[in-house]
């Protein structure tokens, strides 16, 4: 509990809503919009009880989904494990919701057929073509270009080549001021129009490659080349094909699905504003790409999926990665999220991401996975790393975030299943207003203001660890709960259920908890870490030790009680019926069991069952669960589990 503590909820809703629109950025009146988590999740709700039903799973809760249910179009993989091979204490990681990285993601409301590379070009190693002179190949020089074998389907004039029909055409040479230009029927399955840069440098004033119309353009890094594709910084003015005047915002901008492909190379730099974008469905399969943009690096408005390659993204005042298509109200606000539009995936690929707002954010939702390539995201941002409007799910991948914001965020709820994920930031680590679930993920905050918040959080599996200089795991957020014993102290409701997994919590600071709940939290499961790692409450003159006062107090008086927080600090109480807990520090405002035991960091304390070395020293240990009792104990004869900071938990 902390006193008169600003509900996250309320504080962000004013700024979530961003209008969807290239040109229109303006907050959203919010008249009408959910004021809470629960009006979000109408008709839906998640449970007050904290406690999935297990006799009717996934009808509690968004997201929910217990191994014996499925979600029509979602199958259910015969093994859990995404990340993690090896087994634990207690059985595998997460229990039974954790999901195979290739699979369909249970429990996903948003989990569309993203389609395939068909019609692409069903050969992977087209791109190692050679030039044999049969190929369309337009050569580039300067202002102008040349054109071998065409077509009837290439027109150049005033600095522009305009392709009018699909099939294959290849560019080689380097230009200082020219531009290709795609303009075909754009009906449905009238087939690919292909670009294949073959060691061209392609700048202009304006887009060096714009797609008016098209079905799908393609574009192929062919192998062993090396492309440039560069922007000039002035007014990107063009007519579309209904007559109207628009302006293209990337280096290479399509007003219709793209996909980039090939084992070659291509660096863009979008001088003008952002470096590659669509304005439907923009696909990256492989290649070796560095963007370089003064807004957004890649964006496809309709979806982003990249499944392969290297990418290296710097967006100098913008996203690194962005989908933004949403509805919107007549004055160009935000409305609503489109189905199955605004997302964000990325199955594969080695991505190294510099931006100046987010790393990766989406209007609709992200989704970061593995599959026959794994996913690797490195992420440096002055704003936020990962966010999105609704879900963000976390099904694999090996994720690293430095932030000055919120490390992972959304608006609603987020799905941690798989994957290895590292974070600092100088904010929030994991957040999401509505809820979020550790299921399966190996998660590492290494340090945070607060490290894991949301109005209900589900622990149901995985491996974290935190630490933070405020609170470590926060449920709060959610709509003031008037009936609770601590109303007047609290400005927030929120929730902790801890079911299955090993959680290592710990926080340094003055006025810190390291499990806090502005409602209840209650641990049936898993293993549970809790530690005060320096002195905290050095401004409190002495107002909380020895107070024996406290909401959750169950066990004798130890000197632990804390009037202002500590260990674990609700406000309507912390009860255990199973699993492991070990907490150690002097102040603490619920007490399960409090044993007065001197500890240091050279030696294990727990019981014959479960053991923990602490990395600073206190008087008072409390427990749970399997632990009846406290003291120095042998490790000798038990196994080990290293959380990912390092530190150790023993068991038998």
Sequence with gaps: MKL???????????????????????????EGYATSPEELISGNEIPTNDTPDTQNPGTEYPGYQNSGTQIPGNQLPDSGLSSTSSEFPG??????DIFSSSSAIPGNPLNPNLGNES?????????????????????????????????????????????????????????????????????????????????????????????????????HLVKGTTN??????????????????????????????????????????????????????LKIKNGDITVVAADD??????????????????????????????EENPDGSFKDTVANKGFVKISGGNLTIKGRKSGI??????????????????????????????????????????????????????????????????KKGIHADSALYLRGSTINIVTAFEG????????????????????????????????????????????????????YISAKGDMIDVLDANGT????????????????????????????????????????YNFAGGLIDTDDGFSITGGVLLAFGNFSTDTPSCANQTYNSSNYYGSDKAAFKPTYQGNYILYGGEVNSVSQVSTTGMQELKFPNGVSYMYR
């Excluded at 059985?91 to 039974?96: D, F, T, V």
């Excluded at 522009?160 to 040479?173: R, S």
């Excluded at 440039?228 to 302006?247: C, P, Y």
């Excluded at 549970?528 to 004798?556: A, C, F, R």
Aim: proline share 2%.
């Design 91 to 96: 059985g595998e990681l997460g229990g039974n």
């Design 228 to 281: 440039v594709v560069e922007d000039g910084n002035g007014n990107h003015l063009f007519t579309k094909v209904n007559g109207a005047q628009d302006t293209s915002k990337a280096a290479i901008y399509s007003r219709d699905d793209l996909n980039i492909k090939g084992a070659g190379k291509l660096t863009v730099n979008g001088n003008f504003k952002n470096g590659i974008q669509s304005s439907n469905d």
């Design 4 to 30: 008169n503590k600003l509900p996250v909820f309320a504080v962000s809703a004013t700024l979530w809503f961003a209008a969807c629109s290239d040109e229109n950025n303006a907050v959203a009146n919010l």
């Design 297 to 326: 690096g890649i964006r496809g408005k309709g979806s982003l999926h990249i499944s392969g390659g290297t990418l290296n993204i710097t967006a100098n005042n913008g996203n690194g990665l962005k989908s933004d298509e949403c």
């Design 361 to 426: 954010k989406a209007a609709n939702y992200i989704d970061i996975s593995d599959s026959t390539e794994p996913s690797a995201i490195k992420i440096e941002s002055s704003n936020k790393g990962i966010s999105a409007e609704k879900f963000l799910y976390i099904n694999g991948g090996t994720i690293d975030v430095k932030s000055d914001s919120s490390a992972l965020r959304t608006n609603w709820q987020v799905y941690m299943n798989g994957g290895d994920v590292t974070i600092s930031t100088k």
């Design 452 to 503: 894991i918040e949301a109005f209900k959080i589900f622990a149901e599996g995985g491996v974290t660890s935190v630490f933070a200089t405020n609170d470590g795991w926060n449920g709060g957020g959610g709509p003031k709960n008037n009936s609770s014993t601590m109303a007047m102290f609290s400005e927030s409701s929120g929730y902790i259920t801890i079911s299955e997994g090993y959680h």
């Design 119 to 219: 019609g692409d070009d069903d050969n992977d190693n087209e791109d190692a073509r050679t030039l044999n002179g049969t190929q369309i190949l337009l050569k580039l020089s300067g202002t102008s270009a040349t054109v071998e074998n065409n077509n009837g389907c290439v027109e150049i004039a005033d600095k522009v080549a305009t392709i009018t029909c699909p099939g294959a055409y290849y560019v080689t040479g380097e230009s200082t001021d020219f531009q290709v230009v795609v303009n075909t029927p754009g009906t449905d399955n009238e087939g690919n129009t292909g670009i294949y840069l073959h060691n061209a440098t392609l700048k202009s004033s304006n887009s060096p490659i714009l797609v008016k119309n098209a079905d799908k353009t393609v574009i």
């Design 521 to 560: 939290a209650k641990m049936t499961g898993g293993v549970l870490i809790l530690e005060i790692t320096g002195q905290s409450y050095e401004n409190q003159g002495g107002m909380g030790m020895g107070m024996g006062w406290g909401p959750g107090q169950q066990g004798g008086n130890c000197g632990a």
